[in-house]
């Protein structure tokens, strides 16, 4: 659509606003309650009836309770699909409501931003230079399972949403993982859309303070300095617009110990499982959006439409600067698969040096409590009071990796090729059965975490060794290569000791199990001669005895002591990790002989 006829087009939508009642649902309650999914959506119906040049809804998945999940495209001039975004160069910004539904001030702030860009002409030319995603309810299910009991921290709305979707899984723990459907149909949006900014809201739990939002961006380590340069400066033009507004802001404050703020404060970790995390790992800057859960939801709405809008005129005014920050952080991990001493970073630390920070708060009391035996902290709203305290919100990489030049995942391994498919990872498909040289390694001593968490028992630890490899792979085996822009989305699902990997997870616990074992009679034999063979064995089983009561007076555990060292269990391969890393000359061989096939994905 032309530009000169967008005048037009906003001058019919502001008529048809002067003759039609906008009014939100939750205006309308005066923000007691929010509105159930059908009433956003009919409202939502509205404004693309009333602006269908500006407004225009899509469904993009289905919930497990079979409720459809719909994003609003919003755009100056009509531009309604991904591909027409690239080729206008306009940057692409998503952002989403009720992840968490009962936190869902970003719901009914989009339908008031909506209706002021689409139908009052309050911001005429908010979309000109760019296109707006908007996921009004991403759990929708959590949306309707609606109770005044599911968030004990809150102040409103009367009745709220539940924390966890239908299958009791946490969206915002689900990113890389991806077992929910509703996950895995916001990863096809992002695939077809690629955003290049993500604004995620959330209500906060914790302390109480002065400020009515508080927001989180990913730590420079963890992004491309082109996407933290760029993320840092809006960030910075934003603020001081938003507190002129009237209201107050702070970075995170995520408390060291909640019942003592002077403590001082630290980063929250946030990670690859979380939205601003997987951002992250795309190559894209993200906003967490916090409003404070003790003002009045009324105030947490505007505070949420206020940052929102801002936002978007920042990114408007200079689209340009936008979409050149991302396409170098992908150029940049592309290039990176042909440097030979690139190295990524798989967890972070705090940097034990703190900063100071002036935290504007609340007086409080801290008492001993008789019932949790604990300190029990109350804080005092009449009386604000300024704090100085330390703040450890700096990260620093810790354990890093060299990456290969690609990765290899056998074909027997689907639940790995399913996840490579849901995150739009590109992989190539080998045509017949193959026996390569590969680095591997070898996973001992797992210790799993005492309950599950999202559903899944995680790995919590074990022993690393790298080693080379020969193996058989079958006709149909994964090559990943890493010379793609979502190199590190793979790297954090393939590297066994990645925070979120597929292996953290459970998903290959098979790997740990032996399916041979050795009767007691046969291996008490086998343990004679074991050491009737090596003194230096026994001298192991010896100190062992002598350090280890527990293994001493376990009879199953001694004779295992045998076995687990025995050709009968190394055999099994207990420990392999199936996933191979192909060096760049070990890559070039293999692709030499033409032996692969770009995937077909489903």
Do not use: C
């Amino acid at each position: 659509m032309y530009r000169w006829l967008l005048i037009p087009l906003l001058a019919l939508a502001t008529l048809a606003a002067h003759a039609t009642d906008w009014t939100t649902p939750a205006e309308a309650a005066q923000f007691r309650t929010t509105p159930s999914y059908a009433d956003t959506l009919a409202y939502l119906q509205r404004l693309q009836k009333a602006a269908p040049g500006v407004i225009h809804l899509e469904t993009f998945g289905t919930t497990p309770e079979g409720r459809p999940m719909t994003v609003v495209i919003a755009s100056g001039d009509g531009t309604f699909d991904p591909a027409a975004a690239r080729t206008a160069h306009k940057p692409v910004v998503l952002v989403q409501a009720g992840i968490h539904p009962g936190e869902i001030e970003g719901k009914d702030a989009g339908l008031m931003l909506l209706r002021d860009i689409a139908v009052t002409g309050k911001y005429p030319h908010l979309l000109d230079d760019l296109v707006l995603v908007y996921i009004p309810v991403f759990s929708v299910d959590g949306h309707e399972n609606t109770s005044p009991y599911h968030r004990i921290n809150q102040n409103g709305p009367a009745s709220m949403g539940f924390r966890g979707q239908s299958q009791y899984l946490n969206l915002n723990r689900d990113y890389v993982k991806a077992d929910a459907p509703e996950m895995r149909a916001w990863l096809k949006l992002w695939q077809a859309w690629l955003p290049d900014f993500l604004i995620d809201v959330h209500t906060t739990d914790g302390a109480d303070y002065q400020y009515d939002l508080t927001w989180y961006t990913e730590d420079p380590h963890k992004l491309d300095p082109a996407v933290s340069a760029w993320q840092h400066d809006a960030i910075a033009r934003a603020m001081p617009a938003y507190e002129k507004r009237g209201h107050l802001a702070s970075s995170y404050l995520e408390f060291k110990d909640g019942r003592d703020p002077l403590k001082g404060l630290e980063n929250f970790g946030s990670g690859p499982r979380f939205s601003t995390g997987y951002a992250a790992l795309q190559n894209r800057p993200a906003l967490l959006v916090e409003t404070h859960m003790l003002k009045p939801y009324a105030n947490r709405v505007r505070a949420t439409y206020d940052i929102v809008e801002l936002m978007l005129e920042q990114i408007g005014a200079h689209p340009a600067a936008l979409l050149a920050a991302t396409a170098k952080a992908d150029a940049d991990t592309i290039a990176r698969a042909h440097d030979a001493k690139a190295s990524v970073a798989l967890t972070f630390k705090l940097d034990p040096q703190p900063t100071r920070f002036t935290l504007k708060g609340y007086a409080f009391t801290r008492s001993h409590s008789d019932i949790s035996n604990s300190a029990w902290i109350r804080y005092d709203s009449s009386q604000p009071k300024t704090y100085t305290i330390d703040n450890w919100n700096r990260l620093l990489p810790d354990l890093s990796i060299a990456p290969p030049a690609a990765y290899v995942v056998p074909a027997q391994w689907t639940a790995i090729i399913e996840r490579l498919d849901a995150h739009g990872i590109g992989y190539l498909r080998t045509t017949q059965p193959l026996t390569i040289h590969a680095e591997g390694y070898q996973l001992d001593e797992p210790r799993w975490a005492d309950k599950p968490f999202e559903g899944l028992l995680m790995l919590r630890d074990f022993r690393l060794r790298a080693l080379p490899r020969q193996v058989h792979l079958p006709a149909g085996s994964a090559i990943v290569p890493m010379d793609q822009r979502a190199a590190n989305v793979a790297i954090n699902l393939l590297e066994p000791q990645a925070p979120d990997s597929l292996l953290r997870w459970g998903y290959l616990d098979a790997i740990f199990e032996a399916k041979e074992y050795g009767e007691p009679r046969v291996v008490e034999k086998l343990a004679r001669e074991m050491l009737a063979k090596d003194p230096a064995l026994k001298a192991e089983f010896q100190r062992r005895l002598h350090d280890d009561p527990a293994f001493a007076g376990n009879s199953h555990a001694r004779l295992a002591f045998f076995f687990e060292r025995s050709p009968w269990y190394a055999a099994q391969g207990v420990g392999a990790y199936p996933v191979l890393r192909l060096d760049a000359a070990q890559w070039r061989s293999l692709s030499a002989h033409g032996a692969t096939v770009p995937s077909t994905r489903p």
